[in-house]
């Protein structure tokens, strides 16, 4: 399975951004739709962008939807979370994962393959 390294973040006050990296060293990223999601302390692990294998398709679940972009770069084999106006409940563990179905899916059963995770805390 290819293996996923989340970079990017971090400590950021209310109304800040960052961006999260997910890469794939050594592999075609291609092959792979995408997806972000996030798991807070105490609470179930959710579904936040997917992009499909060439980009052309994207969904965003409503909580982050006009703040968060998701964008891939072929040629870097990275696929990138842009999150502006963060809230203090945006704080949470930000994974990415990879599944070879063509289109992204909401459901975390559909992805074979997890990075680590990125720590990200948004203070008020």
């Known amino acids: 399975q290819v293996q996923l390294v989340e970079s990017g973040g971090g400590l950021v006050q209310t109304g800040g951004s960052l961006r999260l990296s997910c890469a794939a060293p050594g592999r075609t990223f291609s092959v792979y739709a995408m997806g972000w999601f996030r798991q807070a302390p105490g609470k179930e692990r959710e579904f936040l962008v997917g992009i499909s294998r060439r980009g052309d398709s994207t969904d965003y679940a409503d909580s982050v939807k006009g703040r968060f972009t998701i964008s891939r770069d072929a040629a870097k084999n990275t696929v990138y979370l842009q999150m502006n106006s963060l809230k203090p409940e945006d704080t949470a563990v930000y994974f990415c994962?990879?599944?070879?179905?063509?289109?992204?899916?909401?459901?975390?059963?559909?992805?074979?393959?997890w990075g680590q995770g990125t720590q990200v805390t948004v203070s008020s």
């Open positions: 994962a990879a599944t070879e179905s063509y289109y992204p899916s909401r459901h975390l059963v559909t992805y074979g393959a």
